[in-house]
């Protein structure tokens, strides 16, 4: 194998979908130029690694354009996690709080670009491990409320869909576009005088509460399964930490004060009474055993999903996995802070049946690995918005892998 080194790396400031300041890298090697930029969250779990140093990203720029820079340039490598691991060793922190982890995120996604350049392959063919690809299911905010959506807002952060019958990316990807539309045209119809908006993930704004939300977001899946032949579900993400006050989760325009028992009789009702496959976050981020109340309880019929309660992080799903507290987790690169990091959580869930999801981030930029992260390591589902340039890229990117290399769809059920 010829030697491959690091050559040249730089970081840089830019701004992402919200207009907030985040990272880009851009790293060679050989003769291979390739780059990387890191999302950020609004939405933040409490156990994620720290995104950027206390002083934010002009600090850590400063950091990997002398301190990294000086480390990894000339660093010969032959696999990833000889850069992963170098990073981890000039961070010296257990959160990545002196580089940050939007930074490492960054570096580590390059480097994996690069590598796969120089191998002859996609980012997603180099970063599987036994050759057997999948197309993920895209699962897609259609209505948006809690910390995503200013004003008039939903207690519940998102109103998702995932079009469970579609046979091809392209199919599916076309269901979640119908579906967002219709709803846009409903949400109008039933507030004539509302000046309708859109959230950070381009989802909808509305004067809603949960049920509406959840009877206007059915009926529109009901129109396009009518005219396309293709069956949708519904997905709710509750971000259910940012309800609770420590006793209670606190539901503010349902006027609703719910204690553990409560939040699990209210969330079982909401699954019975509409056809929802998905809830992401329903309960406090470290509640691993009410997550395995309903778990148990509805473990069979949809996912139970976790997110702020594993961030990423394979000694949290463990805790999960011996407390039986989720069947779904979801998988945010910049949460862990390296991708070999990410791979060994996604491992660890399917082994343990648990279903990855991949998924993006608040503030996105145009970067399109999540995509190939998704396809390589084989997450049935990327969480991710059918609604704003910096989410349809990743879209149009797994159209292109489908075109490219023609990996079949997963099975999610």
Same mark, same amino acid.
């Given at each position: 194998?010829?030697?491959?080194?690091?050559?040249?790396?730089?970081?840089?400031?830019?701004?992402?979908?919200?207009?907030?300041?985040?990272?880009?890298?851009?790293?060679?090697?050989?003769?291979?130029?390739?780059?990387?930029?890191?999302?950020?969250?609004?939405?933040?779990?409490?156990?994620?690694?720290?995104?950027?140093?206390?002083?934010?990203?002009?600090?850590?720029?400063?950091?990997?354009?002398?301190?990294?820079?000086?480390?990894?340039?000339?660093?010969?490598?032959?696999?990833?996690?000889?850069?992963?691991?170098?990073?981890?060793?000039?961070?010296?922190?257990?959160?990545?709080?002196?580089?940050?982890?939007?930074?490492?995120?960054?570096?580590?996604?390059?480097?994996?670009?690069?590598?796969?350049?120089?191998?002859?392959?996609?980012?997603?063919?180099?970063?599987?491990?036994?050759?057997?690809?999948?197309?993920?299911?895209?699962?897609?905010?259609?209505?948006?409320?809690?910390?995503?959506?200013?004003?008039?807002?939903?207690?519940?952060?998102?109103?998702?869909? #995932?079009?469970?019958?579609?046979?091809?990316? #392209?199919?599916?990807?076309?269901?979640?576009?119908?579906?967002?539309?219709?709803?846009?045209?409903?949400?109008?119809?039933?507030?004539?005088?509302?000046?309708?908006?859109?959230?950070?993930?381009?989802?909808?704004?509305?004067?809603?509460?949960?049920?509406?939300?959840?009877?206007?977001?059915?009926?529109?899946?009901?129109?396009?399964?009518?005219?396309?032949?293709?069956?949708?579900?519904?997905?709710?993400?509750?971000?259910?930490?940012?309800?609770?006050?420590?006793?209670?989760?606190?539901?503010?325009?349902?006027?609703?004060?719910?204690?553990?028992?409560?939040?699990?009789?209210?969330?079982?009702?909401?699954?019975?009474?509409?056809?929802?496959?998905?809830?992401?976050?329903?309960?406090?981020?470290?509640?691993?055993?009410?997550?395995?109340?309903?778990?148990?309880?509805?473990?069979?019929?949809?996912?139970?999903?976790?997110?702020?309660? #594993?961030?990423?992080?394979?000694?949290?799903?463990?805790?999960?996995?011996?407390?039986?507290?989720?069947?779904?987790?979801?998988?945010?690169?910049?949460?862990?802070?390296?991708?070999?990091?990410?791979?060994?959580?996604?491992?660890?869930?399917?082994?343990?049946?648990?279903?990855?999801?991949?998924?993006?981030?608040?503030?996105?930029?145009?970067?399109?690995?999540?995509?190939?992260?998704?396809?390589?390591?084989?997450?049935?589902? #990327?969480?991710?918005?059918?609604?704003?340039?910096?989410?349809?890229?990743?879209?149009?990117?797994?159209?292109?892998?489908?075109?490219?290399?023609?990996?079949?769809?997963?099975?999610?059920?």
């Amino acid at each position: 194998m010829m030697p491959m080194k690091i050559k040249e790396l730089s970081a840089s400031m830019i701004l992402d979908s919200k207009g907030r300041p985040t990272i880009r890298v851009d790293l060679k090697v050989n003769g291979v130029g390739t780059f990387s930029c890191a999302p950020s969250g609004t939405s933040v779990g409490k156990f994620e690694v720290q995104a950027f140093p206390k002083e934010g990203v002009e600090k850590a720029v400063i950091v990997t354009n002398k301190e990294i820079r000086k480390q990894l340039v000339g660093l010969e490598i032959h696999e990833l996690k000889e850069v992963d691991y170098r990073l981890r060793s000039i961070d010296g922190t257990s959160n990545f709080s002196r580089m940050g982890g939007n930074t490492a995120i960054a570096i580590s996604t390059a480097a994996a670009k690069a590598l796969a350049y120089i191998e002859g392959k996609m980012l997603c063919e180099y970063l599987n491990e036994n050759g057997k690809m999948l197309l993920p299911f895209p699962l897609s905010n259609i209505i948006g409320g809690g910390r995503h959506t200013v004003g008039d807002t939903l207690d519940y952060q998102e109103f998702l869909v #995932i079009p469970t019958g579609a046979r091809t990316f #392209i199919e599916a990807a076309m269901f979640n576009v119908q579906v967002h539309k219709e709803v846009g045209n409903s949400i109008v119809e039933k507030h004539s005088r509302y000046v309708l908006g859109r959230n950070d993930e381009g989802a909808w704004a509305a004067p809603l509460k949960i049920d509406e939300a959840l009877t206007l977001l059915s009926s529109a899946i009901e129109k396009v399964e009518n005219t396309t032949g293709i069956e949708g579900k519904i997905g709710i993400d509750m971000a259910a930490s940012e309800l609770w006050d420590g006793r209670r989760y606190e539901y503010k325009k349902e006027k609703r004060l719910l204690e553990t028992s409560g939040q699990l009789s209210y969330i079982s009702e909401l699954s019975k009474n509409h056809d929802i496959i998905y809830l992401e976050d329903p309960f406090d981020e470290e509640d691993f055993d009410g997550f395995a109340q309903l778990n148990d309880k509805l473990g069979g019929k949809l996912f139970v999903v976790g997110d702020d309660l #594993i961030v990423t992080n394979p000694k949290r799903l463990q805790s999960a996995i011996d407390k039986h507290s989720i069947n779904g987790v979801i998988i945010k690169p910049n949460q862990i802070g390296i991708l070999t990091d990410v791979r060994t959580t996604v491992s660890m869930a399917i082994r343990n049946k648990i279903v990855p999801i991949a998924s993006h981030r608040s503030g996105e930029t145009g970067d399109t690995s999540l995509a190939h992260i998704a396809v390589g390591l084989k997450c049935p589902i #990327i969480k991710i918005g059918i609604s704003g340039g910096e989410r349809l890229e990743k879209i149009n990117e797994l159209m292109k892998i489908e075109r490219t290399i023609r990996p079949p769809m997963a099975k999610i059920r």
